[in-house]
């Protein structure tokens, strides 16, 4: 059963932030990818996804994550991943994205 996501972002001169809390998986991930990959398009700056209240996370929201990464890359910019929770961190780091993404 999926808790409701929630999704919030915010723009400064140095960067985008996402604060994203609830939980990431199959029935929250297509919100997820549209909401997220309209806040790399729209900006200039590099992206800080904050994941303080983020629950949950399964494998089709780590590849959400990447395809960000990459949109964001393409631009010249990074993606840094903050206040994440020691599961999601454990997630990152079994799988690697942990070397990809800046995480803090």
Do not use: H, P
């Amino acid at each position: 059963m999926s808790s409701e996501l929630v999704f919030r972002e915010e723009f400064s001169e140095n960067a985008a932030k996402v604060i994203v809390s609830g939980e990431i998986d199959i029935y929250t991930a297509q919100l997820f990818k549209e909401k997220l990959y309209n806040t790399v398009d729209r900006s200039d700056t590099d992206l800080v996804i904050d994941c303080r209240n983020l629950n949950y996370i399964d494998s089709t929201g780590l590849g959400i994550f990447v395809g960000a990464l990459k949109k964001t890359r393409q631009k010249g910019r990074n993606i840094f991943i903050e206040n994440i929770r020691d599961n999601i961190r454990k997630l990152f780091v079994i799988t690697g994205l942990d070397k990809l993404f800046t995480l803090r």
